[in-house]
């Protein structure tokens, strides 16, 4: 998986960041309903804390599916991706349909060498969270979301951001397709892969 002085807009009012462009809405996205169409991104607030750690969850489940939701929020190594949220450099985003529903979100935090995430590079290389409710899958919002997060990266000064990934997630071709490769850090031998990509 999933920042920078941020400065006074880290928690600034919520606001739409940006309808989804065009060119962020193939692949499903366009095939739904009118209100697919209307569906757009905005900046993370503190209000959507309580959805980061349900998306949270959504993520690491995958890979923890033996676990009951309770303990997989317990463990540590899930919640340093939402816990303590506010602090310099942490930001996402969130995607809504016409009705304002959440769909999903998307979000980056930097970690410490001597306290890394699943997908540290580097400090100073955020690391990607991502989840989209279950009946909203498949049809452009985690893409969208990718998108609009590596702009905020970008945005704010990075130059790569990185996540992990199980290697058997489907979720390794979406990935691929937003411009993330092997960062070279994870053995082959390794169930999941680190994935870094260049913002530009
Ligand atoms: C991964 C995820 C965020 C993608 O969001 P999405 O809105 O489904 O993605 P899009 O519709 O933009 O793109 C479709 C791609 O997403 C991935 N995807 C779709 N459904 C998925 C699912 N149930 N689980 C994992 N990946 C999925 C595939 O790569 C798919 O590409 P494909 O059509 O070539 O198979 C979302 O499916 C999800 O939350 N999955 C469960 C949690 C998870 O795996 N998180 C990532 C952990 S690293």
Redesign the pocket.
Same mark, same amino acid.
């Given at each position: 998986?999933i920042v920078l002085g941020l400065a006074t807009n880290r928690f600034g009012a919520p606001r739409v960041c940006c309808q989804l462009a065009p060119s962020l809405t193939t =692949? +499903?996205?366009e095939r739904g309903s009118t209100s697919d169409r209307e569906r757009s991104i905005r900046r993370v607030t503190p209000e959507d804390v309580p959805f980061l750690w349900d998306?949270v969850y959504? %993520?690491a489940v995958?890979d923890l599916a033996y676990l009951s939701r309770a303990e997989v929020l317990a463990l540590p190594e899930v919640r340093r991706y939402v816990e303590g949220w506010g602090r310099p450099g942490d930001a996402g985003v969130v995607a809504l349909n016409a009705s304002g529903r959440k769909l =999903?979100a998307a979000w980056y935090r930097t970690f410490p060498a001597e306290s890394p995430g699943y997908g540290f590079v580097a400090p100073d290389v955020p690391e990607i969270s991502? +989840?989209?409710v %279950?009946e %909203?899958? +498949? !049809? +452009?919002? =985690? =893409? %969208? $979301?990718l998108e609009a997060l590596k702009e905020l990266a970008l945005e704010q000064g990075y130059g790569r951001i990185s $996540?992990?990934?199980?290697r058997r997630?489907?979720? $390794? !071709? $979406?990935y691929e397709?937003h411009g993330f490769s092997d960062a070279g850090i994870s053995s082959p031998s390794d169930s999941s892969v680190t994935l870094v990509a260049e913002l530009q």
């Open positions: 998986m =692949g +499903g996205w998306m959504e %993520a995958v =999903g991502i +989840g989209v %279950a %909203a899958r +498949g !049809r +452009g919002a =985690g =893409g %969208a $979301l $996540l992990s990934v199980s997630n489907p979720a $390794l !071709r $979406l397709r």
